[in-house]
């Protein structure tokens, strides 16, 4: 009897090990449905805001009308966890036909040999686009992606806390924008007229937004890297006088002291909670400004030997082994004429195909905040472009993040600061 | 039976000394077998999504890899870097600081509530449960509410600091204020946790024990320090362990609130290794840091049992 029992139980330990190794072939196995005869299915991977996410699936809704039995099938995703899910799923080899990417991270992945090279198939495009974006999506002279959208930061103040400091006309064109001397001049001045609970300004180069320190560098005439992007080059003047610029921000009181480039907090969210008078920030956010509890306005980011701005806005990339052919259609599709126009009039973010420079998209925006904008973003040249786009981005944004908290917070000199980042950069990029 | 002996019986019906081995074998390996069969499931479990990461992680440590193509395989390279890096060094002492903190902190904290809520107090299972809810709440969302808490713009401590006249506290800009904010959350999440494991052992203490030391004249703290806290000595020494590790493995409470910041102040070895692998993309290093925190962890627990090994005090 007891030996009945004995393989009664271990028949049944045995069966649930087999129930249990047959269902662990459902986490390595192939994901159910997929493509059937006569039917095509791609899938898409994205972060995207309220408005992005209603663009995008009322133009997926077009691609879909327009090519009968095609089905497109959108992850939209946290931005925080978008790149570490991208990752694992290229190295598992399930990562999606088409995703999103910021113009700085397409380098690292196309060097990788992760990305569909789309030279032939979409490279007669090129003449399309401002130049600056097309060379964003382009690694070693290979097309990996189709530029969406741009979007760029200007100066978003809260007019009240302004004119509390006597501060009442704001510079209307790139050429009157303010210089760095009067942009100083303006932060003492709401310095003396704010209580010390509230600051002047924050800049938005927290959580991963680091390279947007370098609209400073490159405003005072600075490069990061040389020519051949080989060799750092911000140990120069231009680079010690954008670092202490941006250094006297913290130590004058300038900004909130816990808005530095490890901070958590975004900058637009102090702003937003009236803390302080001017946040830089992106049109992308207007949305969420439009909700502000005060009256405000934009104006244009300071220049110094030059204006310049940060490389934003994102791409749409394509990776290896789907539907290729279809993935291609749908990048294609996605920067026409009338879907980009439709993708940055709603979601307020501006285009990159001339053919829609200068036309007003029907931003949804307070008027006269969205040229601005879109004057702003004609600062960017393509030596940023260049800089902004190496490969290694994203070892160059840690050795930014961490070294220029260590000025900023930690009493780093500039000269010390200065050579860190450059070792940092040059082992990056070597 | 005429004309059989015993004898011959038990000669007939007795089995030869070695087929009698053979069948005590037979049923040890049929009782193996059935328990290895009842284990297999958790085993499996164990093997694949544990043992079998933690074999790729330890070769990994050993290798070049962004997380794309082969794996460049650079002997100890890895482990040379964390000698010379001084992020990690400072990551190491940060996490020994944040467990040593956390460890006195929330086993002080929950043996005192234990004490506390043993007694027969009116309203005992409300303030019980007010203690053990934050154990519930995930470490994410423990961040997001210490971020509404420390915020040092628009959180809660410094408005009612300001409010009541003090000085605010730079509790993001300030390393070791940011530590002591991250702690505080830790302590805060972990103390209903120990106070329930403490409760457990105090209701085995039998009260003849307390009744004795009183007609002996002892004292409430005598009382305390001869018969409760030896007697709790099990659930101290669990709850150490569990602690220490836990502390060891602080990760997504560290990640909202601080980010590690400001500088490397609250930066952990778990943050570091995170950073090192999904923003540098430099898995094999971050490997390196993976295997470095898991022999730290195995050193202490050694050392723990082999301490503690048979001194489980008893009534």
């Known amino acids: 009897m007891s030996v009945t029992r004995r393989t009664l139980l271990a028949g049944a330990g045995a069966a649930s090990l087999t129930t249990l190794l047959a269902s662990c072939a459902g986490f390595t196995g192939q994901p159910s449905g997929g493509s059937s005869k006569g039917s095509r299915t791609l899938t898409f991977t994205t972060w995207a805001s309220d408005t992005e996410k209603a663009a995008y699936t009322k133009l997926i809704a077009g691609f879909e009308k327009a090519n009968t039995g095609v089905t497109v099938k959108p992850n939209f995703v946290p931005y925080a966890q978008m790149f570490t899910n991208i990752d694992a799923q290229l190295s598992a080899g399930n990562a999606p036909d088409v995703f999103r990417a910021g113009y700085g991270q397409i380098g690292g992945y196309a060097k990788q040999g992760q990305l569909l090279d789309l030279s032939s198939s979409l490279g007669g495009e090129k003449s399309r686009f401002i130049p600056a974006f097309w060379e964003a999506v382009s690694y070693d002279g290979r097309a990996y992606g189709v530029p969406q959208q741009t979007d760029t930061s200007a100066i978003v103040y809260n007019t009240s806390l302004m004119r509390s400091a006597g501060i009442s006309s704001f510079p209307d064109s790139l050429d009157s924008a303010w210089s760095f001397d009067e942009f100083a001049a303006a932060m003492r001045k709401l310095r003396s007229s704010l209580p010390a609970s509230k600051f002047p300004f924050a800049d938005n180069w927290q959580l991963a937004g680091s390279p947007r320190w370098l609209t400073w560098l490159f405003a005072a005439g600075g490069r990061l890297l040389d020519e051949d992007l080989t060799k750092s080059a911000i140990v120069s003047s231009a680079g010690t006088k954008a670092l202490d610029y941006t250094k006297a921000f913290f130590d004058e009181q300038w900004v909130p002291q816990n808005s530095s480039t490890k901070s958590n907090t975004y900058a637009d969210t102090t702003w937003l909670a009236g803390t302080t008078a001017m946040v830089s920030a992106g049109n992308f956010l207007l949305p969420e400004f439009t909700g502000a509890k005060f009256d405000w306005g934009v104006t244009y980011l300071p220049k110094d030997v030059r204006g310049a701005d940060d490389l934003g806005g994102n791409a749409l990339v394509a990776t290896k082994g789907g539907d290729e052919e279809l993935a291609t259609e749908f990048l294609k599709y996605m920067v026409t004429d009338d879907a980009m126009s439709t993708f940055c009039g709603e979601a307020l973010e501006l285009p990159t195909l001339t053919s829609l420079v200068g036309k007003d998209l029907g931003w949804d925006a307070p008027k006269g905040v969205m040229p601005v904008f879109v004057d702003q973003a004609t600062t960017i040249t393509a030596a940023d472009v260049a800089q902004l786009t190496v490969p290694a981005s994203a070892q160059i944004t840690t050795v930014l993040t961490d070294e220029l908290e260590a000025a900023f917070r930690q009493g780093q000199s500039t000269a010390t600061t200065l050579r860190n980042i450059a070792a940092g950069v040059e082992k990056a990029v070597a | ?315």
């Open chain 2, 1 to 315: 039976m005429t004309g059989v002996t015993a004898g011959a019986v038990a000669a007939a019906t007795a089995r030869p000394p070695g087929s009698r081995r053979t069948s005590r074998r037979r049923a040890r390996l049929s009782e193996t077998l059935v328990g290895y069969s009842f284990a297999a499931p958790n085993l499996v479990l164990l093997g694949v999504f544990l043992l079998y990461p933690l074999g790729l992680a330890a070769v990994l440590s050993f290798s070049r890899y962004s997380g794309f193509g082969t794996p460049e395989w650079i002997g100890i390279g890895n482990y040379a870097d964390l000698l010379s890096d001084a992020v990690f060094w400072r990551a190491l002492a940060n996490t020994t600081v944040f467990t040593i903190a956390t460890l006195v902190l929330s086993l002080g904290l929950g043996l005192a509530l234990a004490v506390l809520l043993d007694k027969p107090l009116p309203g005992r299972p409300v303030f019980r449960t007010i203690v053990y809810a934050p154990i519930v709440v995930s470490g994410v969302a423990s961040g997001l509410i210490g971020v509404l808490i420390f915020d040092e713009n628009t959180g809660v401590v410094d408005k009612a600091l300001i409010a009541a006249g003090l000085p605010a506290v730079p509790w993001q800009s300030n390393g070791t204020a940011a530590m002591v904010a991250v702690i505080l959350m830790t302590v805060w999440g972990r103390t209903g946790f120990n106070m329930v494991i403490y409760l457990a052992g105090l209701q085995g203490i039998g009260p003849e024990l307390y009744e004795a030391a009183e007609l002996e004249g002892a004292g409430a703290w005598q009382r305390f320090r001869s018969i409760t806290f030896p007697l709790l000595g099990p659930s101290t020494f669990f709850l150490l362990i569990m602690n220490v590790i836990y502390s060891f493995q602080v990760f997504d409470l560290v990640f909202v609130l601080t980010g590690g910041g400001p500088g490397n102040a609250t930066t952990m070895l778990t943050t570091f290794a995170y950073s090192e692998a999904f923003t540098t993309r430099m898995q094999g290093y971050a490997a390196a840091i993976g295997m470095v925190l898991l022999v730290l962890m195995l050193a202490f627990a050694g050392v723990q049992w082999r301490l503690n090994r048979g001194r489980d005090v008893t009534e």
